[in-house]
């Protein structure tokens, strides 16, 4: 049976990882398309759909042409090198060479591969469907991570490798000149903090308590 010092110990360490969910949350309450991590989970095995909260976040006009918002569950498809991200964050732009990357140098994917276009006058459709006056271009690849765990969401986007089996959606709208803004609500994050951390002062008193208790039944037992 545990000792009162380390389920003390294991309890201070659960409000700690909450903690450390709230600063991650709000540090990102003005991220483009960030999904906040939800509070309760807590092993590397939760699956995403129990500690991402999916919930949609508020659509913003922006009348970019290569702002893109999704409403629905999918994602975005980027590449980089070898490595593969799902993000929500639809701030895209074209390179010099036609390639259309975020903000981190990854490249979106569609149908064919790398999307590549000539320009940015493009007419992006509700299925993803990319064109130009000449005609179709390309499709947006948009794809559900649901047999993915939270120990691959960082900092809002998903880090597969090239052979994670992907889900593609055919149910989400893709919005032109639209981003969609974080879901995190700082009003719960704020609440969750609170009580966070009376928790943890609780928890501090009670094994100085107990620590007092356990002192003086030595000090009883020595006489």
Do not use: C
């Amino acid at each position: 049976m545990e000792n009162v010092s380390e389920i003390v110990a294991s309890s201070i360490t659960r409000n700690l990882d909450v903690l450390e969910r709230i600063s991650n949350n709000t540090q990102n309450v003005t991220t483009v398309g960030f999904k906040s991590r939800l509070h309760g989970q807590s092993s590397e095995s939760t699956s995403m759909a129990t500690s991402i909260d999916m919930s949609q976040g508020e659509l913003r006009q922006t009348d970019r042409s290569l702002d893109l918002a999704i409403n629905g569950s999918a994602w975005f498809l980027l590449k980089q090198g070898d490595s593969l991200y799902l993000s929500r964050n639809g701030q895209f732009r074209l390179t010099g060479n036609g390639q259309v990357i975020d903000a981190k140098g990854r490249i979106l994917q569609g149908q064919n591969g790398d999307v590549f276009l000539d320009s940015s006058n493009v007419s992006i459709s509700g299925n993803g469907k990319i064109s130009d006056l000449n005609g179709a271009l390309d499709q947006l690849l948009l794809v559900s991570p649901s047999a993915m765990t939270k120990g691959q969401y960082i900092g809002g986007e998903w880090h597969v490798s090239p052979s994670t089996t992907l889900d593609f959606d055919a149910s989400s709208q893709v919005l032109q000149g639209y981003l969609e803004q974080s879901n995190v609500d700082p009003s719960t994050e704020v609440l969750e903090m609170m009580s966070a951390r009376r928790h943890v002062e609780t928890m501090q008193k009670t094994i100085v308590a107990y620590n007092e208790t356990l002192g003086k039944a030595i000090s009883e037992l020595g006489k």
